[in-house]
């Protein structure tokens, strides 16, 4: 069954460290998204793609970035980790027409001291 | 996205049919009605959609009403397992944008 994985599922890392969360799908999608969920907030979109070489930034990009070199992956990578980013960050990917659902992945908590 | 609103919370009983009301009065009339869910600790899993007649699968009934200004997600016997986060979110095929604008939701409680 095709299915969407994250890893790692758990991650603690010092103020300041720069860290990537991985993302591999295989949907076959086109798009592909994060988000990140906090209490009070709700889900948030950080970046998104909508095929190879293609991002676009979302409501919370700040911090964040991310590259699209394949179909099946997009790595989430925080260039100098802040306490502010501590959360729960969830990777979805959909086909290409956006009338169609959204598969989220299980999700990387991640804490940053 | 266009604006949905929906209870806070709602409570079941286990075995008991639930109805999850949803208002979106500014619906368009290309919107697609979605409903996704988050079980506690997951993430989001899509649950079902439709755009003007009622839609059944697997997981729930989608009852649409006639002037599509509401909605309704019916889980026809609710198990302890459905307690989840339910959001209900109107999708534009047309626009172009594949992204998904969550709102708070309605958190299902289901008692044994």
């Known amino acids: 069954d095709a299915e969407i994985t994250q890893s790692p599922r758990h991650k603690i890392t010092e103020t300041g460290r720069q860290v990537t969360l991985a993302c591999h799908q295989t949907w076959n999608h086109n798009n592909m998204f994060w988000y990140r969920q906090d209490l009070g907030h709700g889900l948030r979109l950080i970046h998104y793609?909508?095929?190879?070489?293609?991002?676009n930034k979302g409501e919370v990009s700040d911090g964040y970035s991310v590259s699209r070199s394949n179909t099946e992956d997009l790595p989430l990578t925080l260039e100098s980790a802040a306490s502010s980013q501590t959360s729960v960050y969830f990777c979805?990917?959909?086909?290409?027409?956006?009338?169609?659902?959204?598969?989220f992945g299980p999700g990387t908590r991640l804490t940053v001291t | 996205d266009a604006k949905t609103t929906q209870p806070n919370s709602m409570e079941s009983n286990e075995e008991e049919p639930v109805h999850l009301p949803c208002n979106h009065s500014?619906?368009?009339?290309?919107?697609?009605i979605h409903w996704y869910r988050q079980l506690p600790s997951q993430g989001p899993e899509y649950v079902i959609h439709?755009?003007?007649s009622n839609v059944n699968n697997r997981m729930a009934s989608l009852a649409i009403a006639e002037d599509r200004k509401s909605s309704t997600l019916i889980l026809h016997r609710a198990t302890l397992r459905d307690a989840a986060v339910y959001y209900c979110i109107l999708r534009d095929p047309n626009s172009g944008y594949s992204t998904l604008t969550f709102g708070k939701g309605t958190m299902l409680l289901v008692s044994p």
């Open positions: 793609s909508y095929g190879v070489q293609d991002t």
């Open positions: 979805a990917s959909s086909e290409r027409a956006s009338g169609e659902p959204t598969y």
């Open positions: 500014t619906i368009s009339g290309t919107d697609y």
């Open positions: 439709g755009l003007t």
